[in-house]
């Protein structure tokens, strides 16, 4: 049964003017109650706001004794006000001393009354407090009633969100909004960022809450409802990716929630009831996210994602989105986000960036290691916190050890500008390396490259001392890129690469997209398993015209001076000689045009897939050099997905296999005389990177930060020792040793910083 539909507009137009009121909090909270009362016929109305120690108190009353107020207190779960909090689910009962839950408070005098109504009071899923209606009388609420108070509700949320309530609280007490909240997830780039909250994907703020004209809202709602329903429709026809890399299994579940019959009528209720179309989808967004945010099972839990997703794509239908660039970033911006793109990251002002930080992220995907090149602190991994961030809050991200403090307590906020101080003079410490040579305690010579692929990397090669580019990732500039990089373009940032190394070595990597690495502007098709589907050097080959034109830009660039050229994931022999056939073309086309060649050609393989261990041999026979990506090889050595997140840390780049196979390359590598690097992240991690030197490797390639705590690692250790202990760890034992554990035992007794 429905009752009137005017009831609730006229509240809700009544609560507008009210919100306008030149008057203090409390007496908008006084008003606001009686206002509610009067309006469902309820002799009791009272707020309860959820402090930071976890503790509802009893804000504003009407009906219940008025002492109580600020001194009323129910904890989270306790009796049905807490009960309701900690459920985030409505109650309606008849006969509320009768329910298991019921807890009496005396000093209120609410034995008098027999029925209550109660609903949480939520923003993006977060319970901030419950409204209650109780009555003498025994009644159950209409759904209209429970519609209307749960509509007031989100305009309480609001009030509260906007700090309001602040200047009500008694002193020292909190409220749960702004409670300090401690996180650990994982470190993805070192570092320590303070600064404030900036919501990657900011939640639309919906500003106008209460209709003027609620027809006129139910034929906006419509409209972008249906503009929704094209949008996503278009989208799975296309049956590729769109911009943001989302697959089928995704757009499936956008369709579903798109065409979903219960939503769009909740949505139309929160209408009917007064609310504008857009504060109707975030109220009905708000409860769906509580709802499920509770729900035990995974499969479920996994589509709030999706679902969030989609009830923001349909606010933005409804109020247009605000572009990145558009934004108004603090100076010190710590930028939220489920996940983002590297394209993304770049889009921001980098001058204002200190730190990143994601919900899901892995250690070696690309918007990582963009966040390392750039130098700003990032931690990923950390489920939920887009919706616990409010844009503003201030926030603390340490990268080194994965920790994050929302709204830190002073002295949390103090410690953390003394670490920054203390990491400031450490950096300086290494500063003071920078000339000196990467050479251990015994007299062995180690070169320590930068993985760059932006020009922002190249001025750290000076400044960290670093004695070449072992890596540049060329898909950096078509990733950042809006449309495809031309010849011109690419030629031009290839020279500028070279002139700034000068004197030193740069090994170009041919384009490795696919996989992970999407480029918005090109169409691919959509795969199963991208990263071990149509990327790399076999995109590059199927598609020579692609390839041609890079190394033809490469070719151009180094002209009178040397070039070092690799090709991403070779799997087979047969892959190597055809891109060197192509190459070779290229060189024969330059010189039939009269250009100027390269002074000095070499082409090298990188060895991320396992099947080339198998072909070592043939493929030194053919190459100049080659270069490990352990990034690549470690996900299918392990068959381990490198960007999902729920095995990031499973398996350990320390352990004996991957050790072993890793000394299999290099051994191969210097029987045949030929250059060996490596160039995965593995490289530039002190303990990793003692490792590998302990196992053979003398070149290691990492990002630019690492340089100075690498060389600091290299210069203590003694390599003849180190391989003694390493070759008796991974020889006379068996699978059962913590090589870790082992090398950090090496490292301290031999003093060796890590
Ligand atoms: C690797 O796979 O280790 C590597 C260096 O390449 P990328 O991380 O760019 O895939
Ligand atoms: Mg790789």
Request: charged share 25%; hydrophobic share 45%; proline share 4%.
């Amino acid at each position: 049964m429905r009752g009137s539909l005017a009831g609730p507009r006229v509240l809700l137009r009544r609560l507008r003017e009210l919100m306008a009121e030149r008057i203090g909090a409390q007496e908008r909270l006084d008003k606001i109650v009686a206002l509610i009362a009067a309006n469902v016929v309820a002799e009791v109305c009272s707020m309860y706001i959820l402090r930071a120690d976890g503790v509802l108190e009893l804000f504003a009353t009407e009906g219940l004794n008025p002492t109580a107020v600020h001194n009323t207190s129910l904890s989270l779960g306790e009796g049905l006000v807490g009960q309701i909090a900690a459920e985030a689910e409505p109650l309606n009962l008849s006969d509320a001393q009768q329910h298991a839950a019921f807890a009496y408070r005396p000093e209120t005098g609410e034995e008098a009354f027999q029925s209550f109504l109660g609903v949480p009071i939520l923003r993006a899923g977060r319970t901030l407090g419950v409204l209650v209606v109780q009555n003498r009388a025994r009644r159950i609420y209409l759904e209209d009633e429970v519609e209307a108070l749960q509509t007031t509700a989100m305009v309480l949320a609001e009030m509260i969100a906007a700090g309001e309530l602040a200047a009500i609280s008694r002193a020292g007490v909190e409220l749960d909004m702004s409670r300090p909240m401690h996180f650990i997830g994982a470190g993805l780039a070192e570092g320590i960022g303070l600064g404030h909250v900036v919501l990657h994907e900011p939640r639309v703020v919906v500003t106008k809450l209460i209709a003027v004209d609620t027809d006129e809202e139910l034929d906006r709602l419509d409209q972008a409802i249906a503009n929704l329903r094209l949008t996503v429709d278009d989208m799975l026809e296309r049956r590729d990716m769109d911009k943001t890399g989302e697959h089928r299994d995704v757009l499936e579940a956008y369709r579903m929630f798109a065409y979903d019959r219960g939503w769009a009528r909740r949505i139309r209720e929160a209408v009917d009831s007064g609310l504008t179309a857009e504060a109707a989808v975030e109220r009905v967004q708000s409860d769906t996210r509580a709802r499920l945010v509770r729900q035990t099972d995974p499969v479920i839990r996994e589509r709030l994602n999706d679902f969030d997703d989609i009830a923001n794509r349909l606010l933005r239908e409804l109020m247009g989105a605000p572009h990145i660039a558009d934004l108004d970033l603090p100076k010190d911006a710590i930028i939220v986000a489920r996940n983002m793109g590297a394209a993304e990251l770049l889009d921001y002002n980098r001058d204002c960036i200190r730190g990143l930080l994601l919900e899901e992220g892995g250690p070696t995907s690309h918007v990582t290691i963009v966040a390392r090149a750039l130098g700003i602190s990032a931690v990923g991994q950390i489920a939920g916190v887009v919706s616990l961030a409010e844009a503003g809050d201030a926030i603390i991200v340490d990268g080194d050890s994965g920790q994050v403090h929302l709204r830190p307590p002073s002295d949390v906020e103090h410690a953390y500008i003394d670490k920054v101080r203390f990491r400031a003079r450490r950096q300086e410490q290494y500063r003071l390396l920078c000339d000196k040579p990467a050479v251990s305690a015994d007299g062995v010579k180690t070169r320590l490259l930068l993985n760059a692929g932006l020009l922002v990397d190249l001025p750290h090669l000076a400044e960290a001392g670093a004695d070449g580019v072992g890596l540049f990732r060329t898909e950096l500039q078509f990733m950042v890129a809006s449309s495809f990089p031309r010849m011109g373009e690419q030629e031009a940032l290839y020279r500028k690469v070279i002139d700034a190394a000068g004197a030193r070595q740069v090994t170009f990597r041919s384009l490795d997209i696919g996989g992970d690495k999407v480029l918005p502007y090109i169409r691919t098709v959509t795969e199963e398993n991208p990263a071990m589907g149509w990327r790399a050097i076999r995109l590059g080959l199927d598609r020579p015209g692609l390839l041609r034109t890079q190394v033809r830009a490469l070719l151009h660039a180094a002209g009178g001076r040397r070039l070092d050229l690799m090709f991403p994931m070779v799997t087979e022999v047969g892959e190597f000689d055809r891109a060197r056939l192509l190459v070779e073309r290229e060189l024969a086309h330059l010189e039939r045009h009269g250009h100027k060649r390269p002074a000095d050609i070499r082409l090298g393989a990188m060895i991320e897939v396992p099947a080339l261990l198998f072909e070592l041999e043939a493929l030194l026979e053919r190459v100049d050099f080659i270069s490990v990506g352990s990034n690549d090889l470690m996900q299918f050595m392990m068959a381990s997905d490198r960007g999902n997140t729920r095995l990031s840390g499973r398996f350990d780049a320390l352990s004996p296999s991957f050790l072993r196979a890793l000394r299999a390359i290099v051994r191969a590598a210097n029987s045949a005389r030929k250059p060996v690097t490596i160039c995965g992240e593995m490289a530039g991690k002190p303990l990793e990177a003692m490792a590998l030197l302990g196992i053979g490797y003398r070149n290691l390639s990492m990002a630019p930060a690492a340089i100075g705590p690498v060389k600091s690692m290299v210069r203590a250790v003694s390599v003849e020792r180190l391989e003694a202990y390493l070759a008796n760890l991974l020889d006379a034992h068996g699978a059962n040793v913590d090589i870790r554990r082992a090398l950090a035992d090496f490292a301290d007794a031999e003093d060796i910083p890590y």
